[in-house]
């Protein structure tokens, strides 16, 4: 929490152009988000805004399995390439579909379920 006042900043001014950089951003705010109950659902809100934002693109969460999601953001402290390759086959440009976000938003809940 003491690091707060200058991590933060830094990751804001992070750019957000492409995936990798968006998915990076994602990463560093992953690693100092400091509360577990609710991080994971409002991290990935939070990518899929900036994807929208920047790309035009969301994550369509069904094509991405629970495990696999889970064990790469755990390896993406040190290599994000594995999260980077779940996001980018899971893109989709349905940014305006209800349906895809409500579907979004219930396996936000599915990943945080033990």
């Known amino acids: 929490c003491m690091l707060f006042p200058t991590v933060i900043p ?18 560093e705010m992953n690693v100092v988000h400091p509360f577990m109950e609710g991080n994971g659902r409002s991290m990935r809100i939070w990518l899929d805004l900036m994807l929208k934002h920047s790309l035009k693109r969301c994550v369509d969460w069904s094509r991405i399995d629970k495990n696999e ?23 989709t440009d349905k940014i305006n579909d209800r349906e895809m976000f409500t579907k979004g938003i219930d396996y936000s809940y599915y990943y945080e379920e033990e």
Request: proline share 2%; net charge negative; aromatic share 4%.
């Open 10 to 27: 830094t990751i804001e001014r992070m750019p957000e152009t492409t995936l990798d950089e968006i998915a990076d951003r994602y990463v």
């Open 69 to 91: 999601y889970l064990t790469a953001m755990r390896e993406s402290v040190v290599d994000s390439s594995h999260i980077k390759a779940l996001l980018k086959v899971a893109l």
